[in-house]
């Protein structure tokens, strides 16, 4: 069974930087993308970015461009989002995400939410002065 555990969120002033976490366990295929999805209030879940566990390819929403960075830690199963310049409308609770690279690949697909087959329990994230 697909485990996704997140972690490092919290209170953030705009401005400021912070860095989430992802554990990943019970993985079955050799490879996923794994991506960061956030939920503002009020709005749909989005996909952040994605980060294939393959080749380290990543894909990121137009919205986040240059303040987010995903990568893999020294452990297979980690995975962080770096987040830069944070501002008040990345306030928001992020997910885990991810999915067999056999289902395909793509930035079409990596983008997009419902391609994503677990997702984590989620970490708020709130960026307020």
């Known amino acids: 069974q697909v485990q996704l555990v997140e972690s490092g969120g919290g209170l953030v002033q705009p401005g400021g930087s912070l860095r989430l976490s992802c554990t990943a366990s019970g993985f079955t295929e050799p490879y996923y993308a794994i991506a960061w999805l956030r939920q503002a209030p009020g709005k749909e879940r989005e996909v952040v970015s994605s980060?294939?566990?393959?080749?380290?390819?990543?894909y990121y929403a137009d919205s986040v461009k240059g303040r987010f960075a995903t990568s893999r830690g020294n452990a297979k199963n980690t995975v962080y989002l770096q987040i830069y310049s944070l501002k008040l409308e990345d306030t928001a609770v992020y997910y885990c995400a991810a999915t067999p690279l056999s289902k395909g690949d793509g930035e079409l697909l990596r983008l997009w939410e419902p391609w994503y087959d677990y997702r984590g329990q989620g970490t708020q994230v709130t960026v307020s002065a």
């Open positions: 980060i294939s566990s393959r080749d380290g390819s990543t």
